[in-house]
């Protein structure tokens, strides 16, 4: 097992491509959600193809049945692994599986954010292999070493403060999410509920042959092989990118002032992957400012042909801005009755 959720629980299938397949925990409807809403949003993301966020081939689906009777007695590895978390009879998903961020990320965040007596133990779990980040960009609550008694890489938690210590691409990562947003709302009419952005590594490898600018700013002989000093990690590199994923609770949403308030509705709830407006830092503007600017661009270009709608994508932005306002009042207000 690779992860799990509310939705299912993913497991590897390493074959001739790797494959991730979620089996449902319950069969109340969310994978066969997930199948269709995966399919229509990505068929979207490929029309408008300028967008930095990668989402995962979606293979197929496997009915209750045909899991149970069918499909598992093929892959007797996934029955047995799934044995142990769940009902075999379940609907089950296949599609790409993001493959995990490389070993000296996984490295270094473990040595800069993970509690100092189980740092090594850490190093040494399997489990960590399994890493996609999660950016939160909209929380500052990101949180170094600290008393814990349990770190996990899994669906690891990257808060933006902590990314700003990382020196990551920050209004990249926002510029990203603000199209894909827009494309999301506008071009698919989904509220994006509860979808998961993630870092992980490309499906593509590549050589880590140096570019033409860095060799010539090179003055003297230098090593310039991979890291690892070994000669076959040369053609095996992977560059990290930003996922999109889970569609299990995405809704349609209609083009109008309703559908805009389902959208703010869904964004306020999900995790905070997204900026928050009225931040107080300087990175947290800055953060914000590139995530409006990019969604309402990418919006205008995919509504300018309809005049009725034009207004709409700049509704989402101030909904957001109006739920940030009252929620800091909230807590404004319970600041004062302490």
């Not at 999410?177 to 989904?190: D, F, L, N, P």
């Not at 930003?242 to 609770?249: A, C, I, P, S």
């Not at 005049?307 to 600041?335: C, D, M, N, W």
Request: include cysteine; aromatic fraction near 8%; charge should be neutral.
């Amino acid at each position: 097992m690779i992860g799990a959720g509310a939705c299912g629980a993913v497991f590897a299938q390493d074959e001739e491509k790797p494959l991730a397949a979620k089996l449902a925990k319950t069969n109340n409807g969310q994978l066969w959600n997930d199948y269709k809403m995966h399919n229509h949003i990505k068929a979207q993301f490929d029309n408008h193809g300028s967008t930095k966020i990668r989402i995962p081939e979606v293979y197929y689906f496997v009915p209750p049945d045909e899991a149970y009777t069918r499909y598992l007695s093929h892959h007797p590895e996934l029955a047995d692994a799934a044995s142990k978390v769940c009902n075999l009879a379940t609907s089950i998903l296949v599609s790409e599986r993001i493959l995990p961020l490389p070993e000296r990320a996984r490295t270094l965040l473990i040595k800069k954010y993970c509690p100092p007596h189980i740092k090594e133990a850490a190093l040494r779990d399997d489990a960590n292999r399994d890493c996609l980040v999660r950016p939160y960009l909209g929380s500052m609550q990101g949180k170094t070493g600290g008393e814990g008694r349990f770190f996990s890489l899994r669906n690891f938690e990257l808060h933006l403060n902590q990314m700003v210590d990382l020196q990551l691409d920050v209004e990249a990562m926002a510029s990203s999410m603000g199209v894909a947003m827009a494309i999301m709302h506008w071009a698919a009419w989904t509220d994006a509920r509860d979808v998961e952005f993630v870092l992980g590594s490309s499906a593509e490898e590549t050589s880590a042959r140096r570019s033409t600018k860095e060799v010539a700013r090179l003055q003297n002989p230098v090593y310039t092989g991979p890291a690892s000093h070994n000669k076959d990690d040369f053609f095996r590199q992977r560059t990290t990118e930003m996922w999109l994923l889970d569609f299990n609770q995405v809704q349609s949403i209609t083009m109008d002032e309703g559908g805009v308030a389902k959208a703010v509705e869904a964004a306020r709830v999900s995790d905070p992957y997204l900026p928050r407006p009225l931040g107080e830092t300087p990175v947290e503007k800055q953060v914000w400012n590139a995530f409006e600017k990019t969604y309402l661009t990418a919006a205008d270009a995919i509504v300018k042909g309809s005049p009725y709608r034009v207004h709409l994508p700049g509704l989402f932005i101030r909904g957001l801005v109006e739920a940030e306002e009252q929620r800091k009042t909230r807590a404004q207000r319970a600041s004062d009755e302490v």
